[in-house]
């Protein structure tokens, strides 16, 4: 549902959604990702990164969510841990580390 209604341009409604099923799962991975992903689209960007890492403490393992993390570090102006998505990323994804390594380089 949450997902949708992000689809849908709804952010404020997929957000309430998002944190209404971490209530009842804190470990739904998928929430803090997409919960995560609402944030950033509020330009709450900061909330979003402590989202994505929380997803990443349960599930290190998703390429998806190191990508959102590097992104929202680029936007916040963190190059170091940005650069340290991309490391993990490389091993994990080599596509999704280059679509970070782009924005990486035209950050400088």
């Not at 949708?4 to 959604?17: F, M, N």
């Not at 009842?24 to 950033?40: H, M, Q």
């Not at 929380?54 to 993390?69: G, M, S």
Request: net charge neutral.
């Amino acid at each position: 549902m949450a997902s949708c209604l992000l689809e849908e341009g709804k952010v404020a409604e997929a957000i309430a959604h998002y944190g209404e099923a971490l209530l009842w799962k804190p470990d739904y991975t998928v929430a803090r990702y997409g919960l995560g992903n609402a944030l950033i689209r509020q330009g709450r960007v900061q909330e979003a990164i402590t989202e994505f890492t929380e997803a990443l403490k349960i599930r290190p393992d998703v390429a998806e969510v190191h990508l959102a993390l590097g992104l929202a570090y680029v936007m916040t102006g963190n190059r170091k841990l940005a650069r340290e998505e991309y490391d993990l990323l490389k091993k994990m994804n080599p596509a999704m580390a280059s679509i970070l390594s782009e924005k990486l380089s035209k950050w400088r």
